[in-house]
C-alpha cells in the first residue's frame, strides 16, 4: 500500500511541528487529522522536551475530542495534566501499556472532563519502551483517579486490564460516580474481593448491558445472584474465573436477566448437575446467541439443550471433552446458524467432526480449532470447495495441528477470498506456493500467523505486496527469510503494529528498525534468539 497524500503530510507535520503556525494548523488540518497527528506522534515516541511545547500549542485544544496512546513511556503524570487544562471535552480516552503514568496524572486529566463516554485504561504484563523493556510492577494505579471522574449523564464503557496495584475501592468509585455506566470490562486484575460484583449490580442497576469480569479474583454464586436483583437488562456476562458460583447461581441469572451472550469457559469447579440447572430454563436459553463453555461442560450439552438454542450464532466448546457425536449434534441442529465456532485443543475429536462441519455449517465466519495434532481436516475440503460458503470465512485458526493435510490449506488459499485472519503456526505443509496462492486470493489479509515453517522471501513477498491491510506478522523462527522481506514490508505494509521474527543472518536490525521508523503506528517487533525471546525497540 502506498502511503496517501495526507499520510505523507501527517508524517511531515510531526517532524515540523515546532516550525508551524498556529494560523496554517487550524486552516488546513481538520480536528480528525490532529488527533491522527497525535497518536502517531505518540506511538514512534516523538514527544520530546523540545517537541512538546508545540504539542500542547497546536493539539492540546479544546475541540480536540479523542486521544488513544499506545505503549509510549513519554505520556507522563505532566503531560496528562496539561492535556486536562487544554482537553476539557474529550469523549474517548485510550491509555494501553504507558507505564510512565500514576494515580495523579489521571486525576488531573479526569477531573476536567465533561463529555467522556469511552474510558480504556490497559496495563501490561511485559511490554515496550522507548528505552527498553518494562514490566507489569512498574506500573502505579490504584484507581484512587476515579474519585475525580464525574461525568454520569454521558459515560457508557469502561475497560480496565492488567493493573498489579488496582484495588476494588477504585472501581467502587467509578461506578458510584458515574451510574449509567453500560458497558463494563475489569479484566486481569488480581487484587479485586469478591464482593465486588454486588456492589457493581447496585450501583449500576438496570444501566448495565454488558459486564465482564474474567481472570479476576474468586466469585461466589451470592456476589452472582446480585445481579438478579438488581440489572434486569444485563445481556452479556464473562465470569471466566475459579470462584465457587455453581450452575443454580447461573440459572437464576439466566432466568431473570435478559442475557444473550455468556461467557463461562474458566469455571473448572462447573459440575454436570449444575450446567444441566442453567440449561433447564428452555424458554430463557432460547435467547442466547454468544455461549462459550468450561472445559468440564463443553461434553455434557445434550440434544434437549441444542433444540433450545434457537438464536446460537456463536458457540465455544474449546478445551473439553467434547466428542464427534457431540459436534455431529451441535451441526445438525445450530449449523444452519452458526457464524462462528470454536473447538479448540479438543482432543477426543477424529476427522469425522471436520465432515459433520462441512455438511452442516455454511455460513461460518470464524473457525478455530488449534493444537488438534491429532486431525488431517481433510473433511473440511467440501466447506472449502464451495465458493459461497468460503467466501463468508474471515477467520481460520489450525495453529499447531502439525497434521493439516496440504490438500486443505491449498484449497483455503485459492478460494478464501474474504479471508483476513489465518494461524497456520507449525503446519508442516505450509510453504511458499501457499503464500503465493494467498496473495493472489486473500487480499483484505491482516493477520498472518505462519511460525515455525518452511517459508523463503519469494513467498512471503507475494503477500507483502498483494496484502496492504496486514497488521500481524509472525514468522519465527523462519530461517530463510532476509532483509527482502523486511524492507518491502516498510516499504508496503504501512498498518503493521507488530512483527514476529526470527533471529537468522539474513535480517539485520537497520531492516528491522526500518520497519518501525515506516509504520503509521508504532511496530513491537519480537524477535527469537535460539528459543529465547527479545523484544527489539529503537
Known amino acids: 500500500m502506498v502511503l496517501t497524500?495526507?499520510?505523507?503530510?501527517?508524517?511531515?507535520?510531526?517532524?515540523?511541528?515546532?516550525?508551524?503556525?498556529?494560523?496554517?494548523?487550524?486552516?488546513?488540518?481538520?480536528?480528525?487529522?490532529?488527533?491522527?497527528?497525535?497518536?502517531?506522534?505518540?506511538?514512534?515516541?516523538?514527544?520530546?522536551?523540545?517537541?512538546?511545547?508545540?504539542?500542547?500549542?497546536?493539539?492540546?485544544?479544546?475541540?480536540?475530542?479523542?486521544?488513544?496512546?499506545?505503549?509510549?513511556?513519554?505520556?507522563?503524570?505532566?503531560?496528562?495534566?496539561?492535556?486536562?487544562?487544554?482537553?476539557?471535552?474529550?469523549?474517548?480516552?485510550?491509555?494501553?501499556?504507558?507505564?510512565?503514568?500514576?494515580?495523579?496524572?489521571?486525576?488531573?486529566?479526569?477531573?476536567?472532563?465533561?463529555?467522556?463516554?469511552?474510558?480504556?485504561?490497559?496495563?501490561?504484563?511485559?511490554?515496550?519502551?522507548?528505552?527498553?523493556?518494562?514490566?507489569?510492577e512498574e506500573e502505579e494505579i490504584t484507581g484512587s483517579c476515579f474519585s475525580e471522574l464525574k461525568v454520569p449523564e454521558t459515560l457508557r464503557t469502561v475497560h480496565l486490564c492488567r493493573m498489579p496495584t488496582f484495588t476494588a475501592d477504585g472501581v467502587k468509585a467509578l461506578v458510584r460516580n458515574n451510574s449509567q455506566i453500560a458497558n463494563l470490562k475489569v479484566t486481569d486484575i488480581p487484587s479485586l474481593t469478591a464482593d465486588l460484583m454486588e456492589f457493581i449490580a447496585e450501583s449500576l442497576g438496570g444501566h448495565l448491558i454488558q459486564l465482564n469480569l474474567a481472570r479476576t479474583n474468586q466469585m461466589k454464586t451470592a456476589h452472582l445472584l446480585s445481579l438478579t436483583r438488581h440489572c434486569p437488562n444485563l445481556e452479556k456476562l464473562v465470569i471466566n474465573t475459579q470462584g465457587s458460583m455453581t450452575g443454580e447461581g447461573l440459572k437464576e441469572v439466566v432466568e431473570h436477566c435478559n442475557i444473550h451472550g455468556l461467557d463461562i469457559s474458566n469455571l473448572w469447579a462447573m459440575e454436570a448437575a449444575h450446567f444441566q440447572a442453567m440449561m433447564s430454563v428452555e424458554?430463557?436459553?432460547?435467547?442466547?446467541?454468544?455461549?462459550?463453555?468450561?472445559?468440564?461442560?463443553?461434553?455434557?450439552i445434550t440434544n434437549a439443550m441444542l433444540s433450545s438454542l434457537t438464536d446460537m450464532r456463536e458457540l465455544d466448546l474449546g478445551g473439553s471433552r467434547v466428542t464427534d457425536e457431540v459436534v455431529e449434534q451441535v451441526c445438525l441442529k445450530l449449523g444452519h446458524q452458526l457464524d462462528k465456532l470454536f473447538l479448540d485443543?479438543?482432543?477426543?475429536?477424529?476427522?469425522?467432526?471436520?465432515?459433520?462441519?462441512?455438511?452442516?455449517?455454511?455460513?461460518?465466519?470464524?473457525?478455530?480449532?488449534?493444537?488438534?495434532?491429532?486431525?488431517?481436516?481433510?473433511?473440511?475440503?467440501?466447506?472449502?470447495?464451495?465458493?459461497?460458503?468460503?467466501?463468508?470465512?474471515?477467520?481460520?485458526?489450525?495453529?499447531a495441528c502439525t497434521q493439516l493435510d496440504y490438500a486443505v490449506l491449498s484449497t483455503l488459499a485459492t478460494t478464501c477470498s474474504n479471508l483476513e485472519h489465518l494461524d497456520a503456526t507449525r503446519c508442516v505443509g505450509f510453504d511458499d506456493s501457499i503464500l503465493r496462492c494467498l496473495g493472489e486470493t486473500c487480499r483484505n489479509l491482516s493477520v498472518l500467523h505462519v511460525s515455525g515453517t518452511e517459508i523463503t522471501d519469494d513467498g512471503l513477498l507475494h503477500v507483502i505486496y498483494n496484502c496492504p491491510l496486514l497488521r500481524s506478522l509472525q514468522v519465527l523462527p523462519c530461517a530463510n527469510l532476509t532483509d527482502r522481506s523486511m524492507n518491502a514490508l516498510a516499504q508496503r505494509c504501512h498498518n503493521l503494529e507488530e512483527v514476529f521474527v526470527g533471529a537468522t543472518p539474513g535480517i539485520t536490525p537497520l531492516a528491522v528498525k526500518h520497519v518501525q521508523e515506516m509504520g503509521l503506528r508504532r511496530v513491537d517487533v519480537l524477535i527469537y534468539h535460539d528459543n529465547k525471546i527479545s523484544f527489539t525497540v529503537f
Not at 486525576?107 to 476536567?112: D, E, I, V
Not at 424458554?283 to 455434557?300: D, P
Request: charged share 20%; hydrophobic share 35%.
Open 5 to 136: 497524500l495526507s499520510d505523507i503530510c501527517l508524517r511531515c507535520v510531526a517532524g515540523n511541528l515546532p516550525h508551524l503556525k498556529a494560523s496554517k494548523m487550524s486552516r488546513y488540518l481538520t480536528v480528525v487529522q490532529r488527533e491522527i497527528l497525535l497518536e502517531r506522534m505518540v506511538s514512534h515516541c516523538l514527544l520530546t522536551d523540545s517537541v512538546l511545547p508545540s504539542v500542547t500549542y497546536f493539539l492540546f485544544r479544546e475541540e480536540l475530542s479523542r486521544v488513544c496512546f499506545k505503549k509510549c513511556d513519554q505520556i507522563t503524570d505532566d503531560v496528562l495534566s496539561i492535556l486536562g487544562k487544554g482537553c476539557p471535552n474529550l469523549t474517548s480516552i485510550s491509555f494501553v501499556k504507558c507505564p510512565s503514568i500514576t494515580d495523579r496524572g489521571l486525576s488531573s486529566l479526569f477531573k476536567t472532563q465533561t463529555r467522556l463516554v469511552e474510558l480504556e485504561v490497559r496495563g501490561h504484563y511485559s511490554g515496550f519502551s522507548s528505552s527498553g523493556i518494562y514490566s507489569l
Open 345 to 399: 485443543v479438543c482432543r477426543d475429536l477424529t476427522d469425522r467432526s471436520c465432515g459433520s462441519i462441512s455438511k452442516h455449517c455454511k455460513k461460518l465466519s470464524t473457525l478455530s480449532m488449534y493444537c488438534n495434532e491429532q486431525l488431517t481436516f481433510i473433511g473440511l475440503i467440501s466447506l472449502l470447495s464451495s465458493q459461497e460458503t468460503a467466501d463468508s470465512l474471515v477467520k481460520l485458526n489450525f495453529r
Open 283 to 300: 424458554e430463557k436459553v432460547s435467547r442466547l446467541r454468544h455461549l462459550h463453555l468450561s472445559t468440564q461442560s463443553g461434553h455434557l
